[in-house]
């Protein structure tokens, strides 16, 4: 059942950056860019590699190990080698705090 | 996690604060478009060189000197635009990476994974796809890899298969599926690009073979001779990147020609770094690593005399490069631990 969990203060998060959040078990990406906070998860589709230390370029999130990159918005791989797109959830931000719908 | 070590700064023991690195891995198109602006000035001065001097001998060395600069950068920038680190903007990027992998002769695709998949498995016997040659490294091998015939000869095989649509198992290995087709034209285009520069002299122009291919030609073992040290006589099978790789010293001229690659092992602990931010991730990093080698001549000038020496039996020592211990002998038959994968 898909609920909103309160993730992080918006301060935790540098402008274009991303942080590693864990929620019972599961390992989600929190990004804060130009366009405003998403979340996916953070592990790259193409080799289970964290995307913790990886790049945020405007609206791309560049996977570290080999430079896959996702649309942070949609999730949608950009470019090879990533070929699978990256679960995304619904963020929202109230009273300076990120909220994550997992689910 | 994958279902390898990946060889980098963590399996190499290496540590940096993530702030640091996103600040020093920081894309912008600036560096990268000042460079192209020095690199053609620099072409612009040394092509006139060229012209001045055409039907002297001196056009000979003028091609030379031409053919450093045209070579040794098209390598450089090809490789950072492989990584895509050399431009924030994306399509910058990949053009740049089209035009000088075309120069530098390999297509652009076969560039990027094969090198991305060296990144992986650095000197990893059977897994590394871009061992340039034997090791332990002899004379043979030395002149095989320094004079170019033994990478022009893979690269033009590579764009046959290519072109031909028949991809080989180390194609296969480190390349996604749907990048097949997009290779198999670049080859296609590339080597219609080649046919037409080898056929212009039969329609009288000349100038490509005076300012082309002969210049590439010559400045290919300059190009060489700056690959070749990247990982000569280090160990490995090894995780760590502080012993399978290699930094040097460098001045100007060499730093801009290899963009900074000098600092190699940097770049192999952290290869999201564009090639601008190297000498700023050395500096953070330098407590963790092996100090670097001597400048490129001292360096080049010390692997020829160890390869020379090791081909007549003789005591493998190196006195100021760093070496694997297995490279350090007293003479004798040399036991082959790698073959070359290109």
Known sequence: MSQWIDACATDDIDEEDLIAWEHEGKSYAIYNTEKGFFASDLMCTHEEQSLEDGLVIDCVIECPLHGGRFDICTGKALSAPVHQDLKTYPVRVESGRVFVETG | ?342
């Open chain 2, 1 to 342: 996690m994958p279902g390898y070590v990946p060889t980098n700064a963590a399996s190499s023991g290496v540590k940096l604060d993530k702030k640091t690195l996103k600040s020093i891995a920081a894309r912008s198109d600036r560096p990268g478009l000042i460079y192209i602006a020095q690199w053609l000035t620099f072409l612009a001065a040394t092509g006139t060189l060229v012209w001045a001097t055409l039907g002297t001998l001196w056009m000979w060395p003028a091609m030379l000197l031409h053919g450093i600069f045209l070579t040794v950068p098209a390598y450089s920038f090809s490789h950072e635009t492989a990584h895509g680190t050399a431009f924030r903007s994306r399509w910058l990027n990949e053009a740049v990476l089209w035009v000088t992998s075309l120069l530098y002769m390999e297509e652009p695709l076969h560039r990027r994974y094969t090198h991305t998949n060296h990144h992986t498995h650095t000197w990893w016997v059977g897994k590394d796809s871009q061992m340039p040659f034997d090791t332990p490294m002899g004379f043979g091998g030395w002149l095989a890899e320094i004079t170019g015939t033994a990478l022009l000869r893979f690269h033009m095989q590579v764009f046959l298969h290519l072109a031909a649509g028949r991809y080989t198992s180390t194609m296969k290995m480190v390349t996604p599926e749907r990048e097949f087709s997009k290779m198999t034209r670049n080859a296609r285009i590339m080597l219609l690009i080649y046919a037409l520069i080898a056929a212009a002299p039969f329609f009288g122009i000349w100038w490509v073979v005076w300012f082309l291919v002969i210049p590439r030609i010559l400045g290919a073992p300059v190009m060489l001779l700056f690959t070749l040290i990247q990982h000569v006589e280090l160990q490995e099978n090894s995780p760590s990147i502080l012993e399978s790789t290699r930094s040097f010293r460098s001045n100007w001229l060499a730093e801009f020609l290899y963009m900074k690659m000098n600092n190699h092992v940097e770049h192999h602990l952290y290869p999201q770094v564009p090639f601008h931010a190297l000498p700023k991730l050395a500096e953070a990093v330098q407590d963790q690593l092996p100090a670097p080698d001597p400048g490129f001549f001292k360096t080049n000038l010390e692997v020829m005399s160890v390869v020379l020496r090791r081909s007549l039996g003789r005591p493998t020592k190196a006195a100021t490069i760093r070496q694997a211990p297995h490279m350090i002998t007293e003479g004798g038959p040399v036991e082959r631990i790698a073959q070359r994968t290109m």
